[in-house]
């Protein structure tokens, strides 16, 4: 049976080309049996499995030694309720490809990340977030999934059916199983107005509550020098720039929805307009190295000072902008906004600088503030850490081993955070 479904392991790299791996099996399978077969034939074999998605994750997540199940070929739609706003798909659809799907149903997605084109089973197991004070992570979308276990069954979940276990799956890294298919909520299609300007840090900061509160979604990054905005591919000259200094300055930026029924309001400079699944998506060029940790809402204005005054005094050369979001709390058990409202503060460096230690300094700071870390982006973190910063963790940690008690969908590093 192996033959059919396992083909030899091929070498798989990430997004970044930081992680690498050569498995021993690959499988790249189209029907939900095809995954059942997969792992039936690993466990004939006493092989662990990993999932990837489209790769963009920095840590080693996905690299394992057993079988690599690639899920690209599984990426269509199976079902939509255009009553309830729901729509079922298979997991390997890029976020993007939904997204605009969805625009040709009358639909949106709540809400979405900065690039769009992560497979969603690969955001959502992640705690993918955007921004907005009232808009959770990406796993909230989802309302149920159908994964196959290490037992090779399939197990269907939901809140409806079994809320705690779903809300343990919810951020789960695929640690549970192999998921092949979600469900999601999505929302009425809805434009988006898009400000972009430029102000001072000092500006931004004493705006900043008015500015959350107004706004749907606002969010900025801060910019220690001019050459930062090409690194992330900010805009230049063409927003309104009431920056008073060339340095240390905030790109911030708002989006508003609008009826997708309603008419495209005159634009101004700096503005732009269009369905939710075209102003979304941004350009990102594989060009750094990223933590990023949420730290309590109320929290964020403190830890960003110290972060900022870091940057100044140790690391003048450091260039890269740093993107602070907020995020609403929910019910999951891992993402970074578990049970708590939270800001996340993302901080990158060049792949050839000494970044490493400039991020070791920066979680130290984080560490201070009970940052979370965003599981799909380097973090420094220990089961001893873990505890403290979740109040769930031991709880996910036990329904994890009693769902895949001989741990399957381990590698590692998840190994080493939760066995
Ligand atoms: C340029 C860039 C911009 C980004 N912007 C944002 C942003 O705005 N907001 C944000 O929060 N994050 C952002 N991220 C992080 C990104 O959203 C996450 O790393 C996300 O997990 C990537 O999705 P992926 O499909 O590449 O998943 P992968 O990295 O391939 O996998 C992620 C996890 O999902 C699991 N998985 C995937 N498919 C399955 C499956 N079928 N069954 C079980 N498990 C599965 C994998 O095993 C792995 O644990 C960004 C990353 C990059 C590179």
Redesign the pocket.
């Known amino acids: 049976m192996e033959q059919c479904v396992l083909e030899p392991g091929k070498l798989w790299w990430?997004?970044?080309g930081e992680q690498y791996f050569v498995p021993q099996y690959k499988a790249l399978p189209k029907t939900e049996e095809d995954v059942r077969q997969i792992v039936l034939a690993a466990r004939k074999l006493n092989l662990p499995l990993?999932?990837?998605?489209?790769?963009?994750?920095?840590p080693a997540?996905?690299p394992t030694p057993g079988v690599h199940?690639d899920?690209n070929a599984?990426n269509q739609i199976i079902a939509v309720d255009e009553e309830k706003l729901q729509v079922t798909f298979q997991?390997?659809i890029r976020v993007g490809e939904l997204s605009r799907y969805l625009k040709g149903r009358g639909m949106s997605l709540n809400n979405q990340?900065?690039?769009d084109t992560?497979?969603v089973?690969?955001?959502l197991?992640?705690?993918?977030?955007?921004a907005g004070k009232t808009l959770p992570?990406m796993s909230n979308q989802m309302i149920a999934a159908r994964?196959v276990t290490a037992d090779g069954t399939f197990l269907d979940l939901s809140a409806e059916h079994d809320k705690t276990l779903f809300n343990a799956f919810q951020t789960s890294?695929?640690m549970f199983?192999?998921?092949?298919s979600i469900t999601i909520q999505a929302v009425p299609s809805y434009n988006i107005l898009k400000r972009s300007w430029n102000a001072d840090t000092e500006d931004c900061i004493g705006k900043l509550h008015h500015l959350l509160d107004e706004n749907r979604t606002f969010w900025f990054f801060w910019l220690p020098v001019l050459e930062s905005a090409s690194l992330f591919e900010l805009p230049g000259g063409d927003v309104p720039n009431m920056a008073t200094r060339a340095h240390d300055f905030c790109h911030m930026r708002s989006y508003n929805a609008v009826p997708a029924d309603e008419p495209a309001p005159p634009l101004q400079t700096g503005e732009e307009f269009g369905h939710s699944s075209a102003i979304f998506p941004n350009q990102?060029v594989?060009n750094f190295r990223e933590i990023?940790y949420a730290v309590p809402f109320e929290k964020f204005e403190e830890c960003f000072e110290e972060i900022r005054s870091l940057f100044k005094t140790k690391y003048p050369e450091a260039m890269y902008p740093v993107e602070c979001r907020a995020v609403k709390a929910d019910e999951t058990f891992l993402s970074a906004y578990a049970e708590r409202d939270g800001y996340?503060i993302s901080v990158s460096g060049p792949l050839e600088f000494p970044t490493w230690g400039m991020l070791n300094d920066i979680d130290v700071i984080f560490d201070k503030y009970e940052g979370r870390p965003?599981?799909?982006?380097h973090h420094f973190m220990s089961p001893a850490r873990l505890e403290r910063l979740y109040p769930r963790y031991d709880a996910f940690r036990k329904i994890r081993r009693e769902i895949d008690p001989q741990g399957v969908f381990l590698n590692d590093h998840l190994r080493m955070l939760f066995a």
């Open positions: 990430n997004w970044f990993r999932a990837s998605g489209a790769g963009h994750s920095n997540i996905v199940v899920f599984m997991p390997g990340g900065d690039i992560q497979a089973a690969g955001a197991m992640t705690g993918t977030h955007g992570c994964i890294l695929g199983g192999l998921i092949v990102y594989p990023e996340a965003h599981w799909g982006k």
